[in-house]
């Protein structure tokens, strides 16, 4: 594998109950448990309310969310 680690090619799913900080144009702002801010585009959901997301460790991209019941 010409010294490539193949860890890091295998990004685990982290799944993190958040609240919406910041909402504007339609993009809500969230900070998950790795102190990084992402933004969940088309948001339906408003400040304040509380959701669980899914994320890859170490990126950015939301790809689930969904209000927490």
Same mark, same amino acid.
């Given at each position: 594998?010409?010294?490539? /680690?193949?860890?890091?090619?295998?990004?685990?799913?982290?799944?993190?109950?958040?609240?919406?900080? =910041?909402?504007?144009? @339609? +993009?809500?702002?969230?900070?998950?448990?790795?102190?990084? /801010?992402?933004?969940?585009?088309?948001?339906?959901?408003?400040?304040?309310?509380?959701?669980?997301? =899914?994320?890859?460790? @170490? +990126?950015?991209?939301?790809?689930?969310?969904?209000?927490?019941?």
């Amino acid at each position: 594998m010409f010294g490539f /680690p193949i860890k890091d090619l295998i990004r685990n799913d982290v799944t993190n109950e958040v609240k919406v900080i =910041t909402k504007a144009e @339609g +993009t809500c702002v969230v900070e998950a448990s790795d102190h990084q /801010p992402r933004g969940i585009p088309h948001c339906p959901y408003n400040v304040g309310d509380r959701l669980i997301v =899914t994320f890859r460790h @170490g +990126t950015a991209p939301i790809e689930k969310a969904q209000l927490k019941r």
